[in-house]
């Protein structure tokens, strides 16, 4: 699986957009890019995911760049309870047995400030 | 309402004592998984099993066992062979091709 670099701590002042970036530079073209995000001491979150078109939902957008080697997470206004660690992880989505290996890194430790 | 459920929450244990973290789900999914957490660090696969009476080891297996006896049950037993078991640890389900549902963890220390 392609690793990601993500940088290790951000800061967003509430009710601004919050964009976290994601290197993933040796990506392959079947693996998809997930985020989820672990709010303190509890278990991680899906938030979103995509391959080459950009996503959105209720929770966030997803922006891939058109080599797909970075993308960005957009929170578009970020509340005191996005305050979390968010991974950017890459995987192939087709089950296998294995979806839930994925690699968790360090992630992004996004601080959300009044 | 459906999701994952892992208890206890918290859990103590003395040095040389086996304890088993259970994992519940009612989501129907097939495959489910249990990931290790330190302090600052990210998530490490311990087991995972595709399928009931099935499970392979994951990056970090050594001091762990899991059984599959049913298809909404994956608990977790933290040998006295694991030599750093004072951890997070979380476990997690998901259909074919889905995201990953987690459950809220259990925290063990050892004393």
């Known amino acids: 699986d392609a690793k990601t670099t993500q940088p290790t701590s951000m800061d967003c002042a509430e009710g601004r957009a919050a964009n976290l970036p994601c290197n993933h530079s040796t990506i392959s073209g079947n693996e998809y890019v997930y985020w989820y995000r672990q709010i303190h001491s509890q278990g991680p979150q899906y938030i979103i995911h995509g391959l080459k078109n950009n996503e959105t939902n209720e929770m966030a957008s997803l922006i891939i760049t058109e080599d797909r080697k970075s993308s960005t997470l957009i929170l578009p206004h970020a509340t005191l309870r996005d305050t979390a660690v968010y991974y950017c992880i890459v995987r192939v989505a087709n089950y296998g047995g294995s979806q839930g290996n994925l690699i968790f890194g360090k992630g992004t430790k996004l601080s959300v400030k009044p | 309402d459906g999701g994952i459920t892992q208890s206890p929450k918290y859990l103590f244990r003395k040095e040389g004592q086996n304890v088993t973290l259970s994992c519940e789900q009612n989501?129907?999914?097939?495959?489910m998984y249990w990931y290790r957490q330190d302090p600052g660090q990210g998530l490490r696969l311990i087991y995972y099993?595709?399928?009931?009476?099935?499970?392979q080891k994951g990056d970090i297996a050594e001091g762990y066992s899991v059984s599959r006896e049913k298809k909404e049950s994956f608990p977790l037993t933290v040998t006295s062979a694991q030599k750093n078991p004072t951890a997070f640890y979380l476990c997690?389900?998901?259909?074919?091709?889905?995201?990953?549902?987690f459950g809220e963890g259990s925290r063990l220390t050892v004393l």
């Open positions: 989501l129907n999914h097939d495959a």
């Open positions: 099993s595709q399928i009931v009476n099935d499970f």
């Open positions: 997690a389900s998901t259909k074919e091709a889905g995201e990953l549902f």
